[in-house]
């Protein structure tokens, strides 16, 4: 990796200048971008239900994903998402490499599908990249650089303030948009902050946030296997490369490939994936696009790089549904259902009640045997709600010390109140009782707890 990064003789950074070949595989990588980009751009406007399609707000403790609303009371759904998420990617990576990073992540489309093609429209292609930034600073090359630049930093702007949205809000991003900055210095600092940090990526970082940066390309290193899908040279087809001799009675190299050079110019990481797969390759496909052009061009079979195992290029086998891949399809499928039950089975308030420990039962006047409890109410929903506490059995009565009262959206309660029971009906030193959570009348939750009482014959 020296190599790609540094340049040995001046121990400095080697600025990589890609080539960009539209073929059928970088057609396809730029509808999913343009599908990416629409969705990132106009997410935090999409409304579900009135709730936005995706809100990360940590500093509220508001999270909302496909207009479903979380609070920190649910911490267990989100550890159980995130297992899920976490063994998704393992499962994808053992069966097809570092796609993800190509074709999906953002950093990529970006990158790729977004400042290269700005950066190509205003500086040429990376012939002419590459001759601006050797000569001198004229006129033009102070113009297109500042050009560039401008943009970029203009679009990340943007981007910052879109991806803040999803921290606040829309309604909390237009309130900082809007008004004065000294009603939200925070907020204003934080669009500055995160625009600086997408420029210095997307115009000084580049392929380092992919090469360096992430833990992904050093995991796939433990992930794949022999059966692994991945953007890989044929070196059997390939081999002995050299350059393409028209006469016949020469002696011409065995292998396909020519030699060309071309899949390291296109290359966003400066890698040749002739030398096998890389911890740097991201599976951006780009490779597969320009080598099938030059096969294309010598009238030989498509594909000589392509996606490929490694048994599929020496044992000639089929892909294969492996039983590594099976057991973390299992897992998944496990984690799935259960994660399901609890979000289905989720409801917008819940309540814990609990007897206070350590107390003995009362006698109260009328006949009345009391215990007291303490009971916590949660508000998962979006709205304020008035609640009452009521048992199931009419004949059980309750007395507050601390009334419930309003619960704010997101928040929670704590109450004290006295259960009053007739002494004709305890038959049993404890006492099963049923308490209803009602919400306009309608019964949300029932909850089960334990009365102590004098044992009546």
């Not at 899920?84 to 570092?98: D, E, M, N, W, Y």
């Not at 102070?142 to 809000?169: D, E, M, Q």
Request: glycine fraction near 8%; proline fraction near 4%; aromatic fraction near 12%.
């Amino acid at each position: 990796m020296d190599g790609l990064l540094v340049a040995k003789e001046t121990e400095k950074r080697k600025w990589i200048y890609p080539l960009i070949r539209k073929g059928k595989l970088y057609k396809w990588r730029s509808w999913i971008s343009y599908a990416y980009l629409l969705l990132f751009f106009t997410g935090p406007l999409i409304r579900i239900g009135g709730q936005p399609l995706l809100l990360l707000n940590f500093m509220d403790r508001q999270f909302v994903i496909l207009g479903q609303v979380f609070w920190p009371q649910d911490i267990f759904l989100f550890v159980l998402a995130s297992l899920v998420f976490v063994v998704c990617i393992v499962l994808f990576t053992i069966a097809f490499g570092r796609i993800f990073c190509g074709w999906i992540c953002p950093q990529t489309i970006f990158m790729e599908m977004f400042f290269r093609k700005i950066e190509n429209w205003i500086e040429g292609d990376a012939h002419k990249q590459k001759k601006l930034d050797a000569g001198p600073w004229t006129k033009e090359k102070i113009f297109r650089k500042g050009s560039k630049h401008l943009l970029f930093l203009i679009f990340s702007f943007l981007i910052a303030n879109t991806f803040l949205a999803y921290l606040v809000g829309s309604a909390a991003l237009f309130r900082i948009i809007l008004e004065p900055v000294q009603l939200h210095w925070s907020g204003f600092f934080s669009i500055w902050l995160f625009t600086i940090i997408f420029y210095l990526v997307y115009s000084q970082v580049r392929e380092l946030v992919c090469t360096v940066i992430c833990p992904y390309g050093r995991l796939q290193g433990v992930l794949l296997d022999q059966d692994t899908l991945v953007v890989a040279y044929d070196e059997v087809r390939g081999e002995p490369r050299g350059k393409l001799v028209k006469n016949k009675d020469s002696l011409n190299p065995k292998g396909d490939c020519v030699d060309c050079g071309l899949c390291v110019s296109v290359c966003p990481t400066g890698i040749d994936i002739r030398q096998g797969t890389q911890m740097e390759c991201v599976n951006c496909t780009a490779c597969i696009d320009v080598c099938n052009e030059v096969m294309e061009k010598i009238h030989k079979p498509l594909n000589l790089i392509g996606f490929y195992s490694e048994n599929m290029i020496h044992k000639q086998q089929k892909p294969s549904f492996t039983g590594r891949m099976m057991g973390y399809s299992g897992i998944i499928v496990v984690l799935m259902t259960v994660l399901c039950y609890f979000i289905f089975s989720r409801a917008d308030m819940d309540m814990t009640v609990m007897r206070s420990a350590g107390m003995l039962y009362q006698e109260q006047k009328g006949g009345l045997i009391s215990n007291i409890y303490n009971a916590e109410i949660i508000n998962k929903s979006n709205t304020s709600r008035d609640i009452v506490i009521k048992p199931e059995n009419p004949a059980v009565k309750v007395k507050y010390i601390q009334q419930p009262g309003r619960i704010s959206a997101g928040g929670s309660v704590k109450t004290v109140f006295f259960l009053m029971i007739p002494a004709s009906m305890i038959h049993m030193p404890k006492t099963d009782i049923k308490i209803n959570l009602l919400l306009n009348n309608k019964i949300i939750q029932t909850v089960s707890t334990t009365f102590v009482g004098p044992a009546n014959d």
